[in-house]
């Protein structure tokens, strides 16, 4: 099947967003075997909306829209579509008393600007939205499917998972079964060097890198009439590729550094805690931001002065003096002080220069030292972080994760 | 002048790559005063590019291109460009020379792939690309203008910022005036309800509303050939606008919450240090994440649990049993407790009720209290924050924010 897609949205064309929904979809279409010819970016501009509906009616069978589903005056793609289409819009009970309760509690319901997006075409599939108030839609029309998904990323992303890809898959012949594989601490392109004789002699199952936010998936995807033989293929290639990249694989499926830190602390029934100077309370918070993480997170210090090094974490002021506040000495101190001071199992330190100049007479700006005390063991990696200092905080308080995954599976092995 | 930006290339079309050249040309091409109504990606496929430049030359006065110049034989832009417009290529010496020299010292170069990219139409305007084999092109021709630039972004945006834009100064007539305003703590369509009167009554300026990021920007633009005409409506709008919801107006321009504060901490002189319960070292990170945030933030600390509250912290143990974790009286002990024992002249606490689950009898999931001790006068602020952990994290932290921002330019009138 034919598909494009149509990002809706002045702020796009302005260049203060970056068209990541197109991306995204398109990645989970080409999994699922469909075929994206074009993407197009178009303002909130009713001429201009129905112009690009109508060259995409003339080429595709599928149109996915993603935006212009809000409740203001220029959120225009629904009501474009359905002009286009001559198809009246009523007033949809579910989707009125979703954003109603989804107001409960909250800033001010307003019923003008809001009930707007509980209007649909009569025959339309409405698609829920469980993180925001804009319902999405799938008309089918004249030989051709229109999807629209609303705009903030999150939002579309959940939507697309939860009620399109069930939709579709009504249009795939057989079954398609598919993993992905996460990798950290490795480059997309180093880390598809290492694996080019598989992805370029195989066809079934297919290898598609794909990487984002510091990490690197690999998605393995096999198609075809035979459940069984799907599965047994990707498993097979699965395997090949953990041969050659394992020790950078760190999960598989929706899961993340902090996830997989959390399924082990609970399953070994460990405690953790964390010192941190140049991450800045950046690990804590990702370790945090895990339900359930009071069970296994005791404290956090972020010891940004060498002063609070010393009266908080009692790094020795001669270990300072005589090695540097970025040194793999003083990440010892602080991972075992923290460790001691909260009881906890593990302790995990970081401490480095996150840029841009250097805070130091060590003008080093990437060099991060991370610490681990796993009962009493004590484990010291030393990181060059490359990029600004956002990218490095976010990395180092990322390897400090995956640096105790690693061990922990490898002491209770 | 109408412009828009076709990309080339199947990888952006399979999701593997994100379309970040449009979006940089956009931001360039918006401050330099050019309006972008369409981005399209198509694949590596003459017929559908064909189609693609015909749609664009039917509705737009200047179409630029990125990707499809390099070496191979699927490297079509130039190529369908030319052929659409029925021009013939000629070698360009210099170009020859350059890709030659690029050589040098490098991989094998491969006559027969690398000059087909030193092949351009006879009046074409050549754009040298320094960081790579394929030189880009403008090409005036119909009442069109045809830019031609190469896909790897590093490639795209130095001939860009080298090569286009003295080129597209000539066609600057007049001046563009923009101010992009900042609001934290309302939703966006309650605050376009509230200035509805100005969005619906007037065209120049535009108000273009945006909501990213937990928080929503205004953007105020006016454009003529009066320059202090311009600057003055939109100064004149901007006044009007803060009148009615200056409350929740933070900063303007390229910023942040956490810039802000920073900006006043440096102009006041003050230090400021964060004791966090729900939001996990989220602050911390946030004020961190500012390069020299080593002058103003000194120490943080991450208490989770009861314990560390009482032992780093030193909260009463009855404040705890009498009023519980998430309180008023909670969050005053611990903002006036770091600030007293990192002796900094700010003490800001979040403690709070981060979900899914209340983690405490009391179970109001999103209820947050945050306690600023700023000189030593206290301020507490109570929120119900909706959405999920993360979101609530995140609030909570730039709210937390938010309110030393104000507090700090109260303070300082």
């Not at 359905?82 to 509690?105: G, P, R, T």
């Not at 499917?145 to 009620?163: C, N, R, V, W, Y």
């Not at 795939?172 to 290492?194: C, Q, W």
């Amino acid at each position: 099947m034919n598909c494009e897609i149509i990002s809706v949205g002045t702020e796009i064309l302005m260049g203060d967003t970056v068209n990541t929904n197109a991306t995204y979809i398109s990645n989970r279409l080409k999994n699922l075997g469909f075929f994206v010819y074009y993407h197009t970016v178009v303002g909130d501009n009713p001429g201009r909306l129905k112009n690009t509906i109508q060259t995409a009616y003339d080429r595709s069978q599928m149109i996915i829209f993603t935006g212009g589903l809000g409740p203001t005056q220029d959120d225009l793609t629904k009501e474009c579509v359905c002009d286009f289409l001559k198809l009246d819009m009523v007033l949809h009970k579910e989707s009125v008393d979703a954003i109603k309760n989804f107001f409960k509690d909250r800033e001010i319901f307003r019923s003008e600007e809001n009930l707007k997006q509980a209007y649909f075409p009569e025959n339309a599939i409405i698609l829920k939205n469980e993180d925001g108030t804009a319902p999405g839609c799938i008309i089918e029309s004249e030989g051709r499917i229109f999807i629209l998904l609303p705009g903030p990323p999150k939002e579309m992303s959940h939507m697309f998972e939860k009620e399109v890809i069930p939709y579709l898959s009504k249009f795939i012949d057989g079954t398609l079964y598919s993993r992905t594989l996460r990798f950290f601490g490795i480059g997309e392109s180093e880390l598809v060097g290492r694996i080019k004789e598989l992805i370029v002699n195989q066809t079934d199952p297919t290898i598609a890198p794909y990487a984002k936010d510091y990490e690197v998936t690999l998605r393995v995807t096999s198609g075809g009439k035979d459940k069984e033989k799907c599965e047994s293929l990707v498993l097979g290639t699965e395997k090949k590729i953990l041969e050659i990249v394992g020790e950078y694989y760190y999960g598989d499926g929706d899961t993340s550094l902090e996830m997989e830190l959390h399924k082990l602390l609970k399953k070994y029934d460990l405690t953790v805690s964390a010192a941190e100077s140049c991450s800045g309370g950046l690990l804590s918070s990702k370790i945090i931001s895990i339900p359930g993480s009071s069970n296994f997170f005791l404290d956090g210090i972020v010891s940004y002065s060498n002063l609070s090094k010393i009266s908080f974490l009692k790094v020795e002021k001669e270990t300072l003096e005589k090695y540097g506040a970025v040194s793999a000495e003083t990440a010892f101190q602080m991972a075992k002080n923290i460790r001691k001071i909260s009881n906890t199992d593990i302790g995990i330190s970081i401490t480095g220069i996150a840029g841009p100049a250097g805070d130091n007479r060590n003008d080093n700006v990437g060099q991060v030292f991370i610490g681990i005390d796993y009962m009493r063991k004590m484990y010291c990696y030393e990181k060059n972080l490359i990029g600004d200092r956002i990218r490095i905080m976010n990395k180092a308080a990322m390897w400090a994760m995956f640096h105790a995954i690693k061990l922990i599976n490898k002491e209770n092995e």
